[in-house]
């Protein structure tokens, strides 16, 4: 083939969510954790780039290859503080998928909206193995975007007998639209609380996914037999809650390498293990009723890959997208 014949598939926000669900999601991330226990998905964490154009900003690459897809892949993960004023998103980015064998890129798509289902489904896979089968009631502190996919990660999971979501935000009109989502989705009675420590009192799983960079979870709060999700992780109490609950997993040792900050004042000896040895049932998960677990994880390219790539495959099948003939 000559190089100007080579098609890369196009794939816009919509084009994505024409073919892709937070069930879809659910299965690619569990396969990356899979992959990566089975030594089969290698990842890199790279440093971030720090523009200075005015706000806090940066720009982040997440590359992973996914050898048993034969697919190797980056995504361009920008944030910037002074973009909502401007009516522009915090969180945007990109992702190109290529062939593994040539480097040739397939893929060139979105990645904000695929970055939301990621995050949740990698919450909801922590919970999957460590919270207890017997989960009724579900806590969210933090009703934004991560708020309602997390949500949905975690009902489309189909494993917890869940009756009840106590929820918590500093705006209202977030929890008027959350309980709005919840209720119309998933059939489920949804509390609004009026502080933190009601909302998480009597959770089973308990998620924080807010924007707030203090603690607002604290370690007494958390009773035996507790899931802390905390994916947001700078709004709990860190040092006290990862010292002293049962089982600290994290989502990935190599990613997850904010650990070696002095800032970060933890202990890496106290984590239990990475998700991905109790996915590839190397080591267990919840063992005993009334352990407190609790799974951190920031993110990490193999997800990002794995999503984006089974995004693509749907698309080439739903023949969504157009393709451009880049090298041409
Ligand atoms: N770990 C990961 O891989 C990962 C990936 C994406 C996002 N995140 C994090 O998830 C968090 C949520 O992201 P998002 O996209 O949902 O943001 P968002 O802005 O859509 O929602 C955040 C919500 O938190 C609420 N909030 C802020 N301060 C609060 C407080 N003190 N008490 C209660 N609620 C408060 C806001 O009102 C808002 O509704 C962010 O901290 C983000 O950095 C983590």
């Known amino acids: ?10 794939l816009t926000t919509s084009d994505i969510k024409s073919v892709w669900n937070m069930k879809k999601s659910l299965q690619a991330v569990e396969d990356a954790l899979r992959f990566i226990g089975e030594g089969e998905l290698l990842q890199e964490k790279c440093q971030s780039l720090f523009p200075s154009e005015g ?5 982040l690459p997440h590359p992973a290859y996914i050898r048993p897809w034969k697919v190797v892949g980056d995504k361009w993960l920008g944030c910037c503080d002074g973009n909502p004023p401007k009516g522009l998103p915090y969180t945007v980015g990109v992702t190109t998928i290529n062939d593994a064998e040539t480097m040739m890129p397939i893929a060139f798509m979105d990645a904000a909206y695929l970055t939301g289902m990621r995050t949740a489904a990698m919450a909801a896979m922590g919970a999957k193995y460590l919270a207890r089968k017997d989960s009724e ?9 991560q708020g309602e996919t997390h949500i949905s990660a975690i009902c489309e999971l189909n494993i917890f007998p869940l009756k009840k979501v106590q929820i918590y935000d ?3 009109e977030a929890m008027q639209s959350l309980k709005k989502y919840t209720e119309e989705n998933y059939g489920l009675e949804v509390v609004p609380m009026s502080c933190v420590a009601d909302a998480v009192h009597g959770g089973d799983i308990v998620c924080s996914v807010t924007t707030c960079r ?3 979870i604290f370690d007494e709060m958390l009773v035996p037999g507790t899931h802390l999700v905390p994916t947001c992780l700078w709004d709990i109490d860190i040092k006290n809650i990862l010292h002293n609950v049962d089982k600290w997993v994290l989502g990935n040792t190599q990613s997850d390498n904010w650990l070696q900050r002095p800032a970060a004042m933890v202990d890496a000896d106290k ?4 998700l991905s040895e109790i996915v590839c049932g190397r080591k267990p998960g ?7 677990t609790v799974m951190t994880h920031l993110g990490m390219g193999a997800n990002d890959v794995a999503v984006s790539y089974q995004a693509y495959k749907a698309a080439i099948e739903a023949g969504v997208g157009f393709d451009v003939q880049i090298m041409s």
């Open 1 to 10: 083939m000559r190089p100007e014949e080579w098609k890369t598939r196009i």
């Open 55 to 59: 706000n806090y900003s940066f720009l």
């Open 137 to 145: 009631v579900l806590t969210m502190i933090g009703c934004g975007v």
């Open 170 to 172: 500093v705006r209202e």
């Open 214 to 216: 203090t603690p607002l």
């Open 271 to 274: 984590v239990y293990t990475d």
């Open 286 to 292: 919840r063992e005993k009723a009334e352990e407190r």
